[in-house]
């Protein structure tokens, strides 16, 4: 299995609702990413998790929380978002979070705020 | 602000030319460099990487790194339709805040490759 896949492929929300998006992995790599990617823009990284551990938070606003349950499972919980949050929300996957490693992507999850 | 700078071009080739990416990059201790290529509506796909100065080529791809001048480049040699699609330059930047590298990417090529 060599591929990142994420659940689900589109989203639609309001602003109070929670929601949560869901990444896996079963290459057993051990980080994981999660970027935001708006149009006509390149991604944007929020989060790292390395061994399971969250090592990289890109300053990103407290209504985006990351959760890593396990090395092959990364979630997104997402609460009170705002409509400029609107855009595709990409996971990644790498060996581990060293310098020399491919970072693969999944195809995303196109997210709408209300 | 550690950058990567891609010319967002449209770069029009002809079908069976050779399509030519240029990205520069200002962080000096920048180890590796990737080209993702990217679909409209689709997620990026790695297409190379390269860590070395000179060439590597895979296919029809060849990746240049020359880390004195601080560029990479990619060339698509015969050219097809479906080559067509944005081409992210992305650069490992250590961080400095933080333990960990950080991929950046530049604001992407886009290329459309006419029959």
């Known amino acids: 299995d060599t591929e990142v896949t994420q659940t689900p492929k589109h989203l639609v929300m309001g602003m109070t609702n929670k929601k949560s998006l869901k990444c896996e992995q079963h290459?057993?790599?051990?980080?994981m990413y999660w970027y935001k990617q708006k149009a006509k823009k390149p991604p944007e990284l929020m989060f790292v998790?390395?061994?399971?551990?969250?090592?990289i938070n890109e300053s990103v606003p407290s209504r985006f929380s990351p959760e890593c349950p396990n090395s092959s499972l990364l979630n997104l919980h997402l609460h009170a978002l705002q409509p400029e949050d609107s855009a595709l929300y990409l996971c990644?996957?790498?060996?581990?979070?060293?310098?020399?490693?491919?970072?693969?992507f999944g195809p995303g999850t196109r997210l709408t705020v209300l | 602000q550690k950058e990567v700078e891609q010319n967002s071009g449209p770069l029009s080739v002809p079908e069976g030319a050779i399509a030519s990416l240029n990205c520069t990059y200002s962080d000096r201790g920048s180890q590796s460099f990737f080209w993702y290529r990217q679909y409209s509506g689709k997620s990026p796909e790695l297409i190379m990487f390269?860590?070395?100065?000179g060439d590597k080529e895979d296919g029809r791809f060849t990746a240049q790194l020359n880390k004195a001048s601080q560029y990479v480049s990619l060339l698509i040699r015969d050219s097809q339709p479906s080559d067509s699609a944005t081409y992210l330059c992305?650069?490992?930047?250590?961080?400095?805040?933080?333990?960990?590298?950080?991929?950046?990417f530049g604001g992407g090529t886009r290329v459309l490759v006419k029959p």
């Open positions: 390269i860590y070395s100065n």
């Open positions: 990644a996957s790498s060996y581990t979070s060293g310098s020399m490693n491919e970072q693969f």
């Open positions: 998790y390395s061994y399971e551990k969250l090592s």
């Open positions: 290459m057993g790599h051990r980080a």
């Open positions: 992305a650069v490992n930047i250590e961080m400095e805040t933080t333990a960990g590298n950080k991929l950046t």
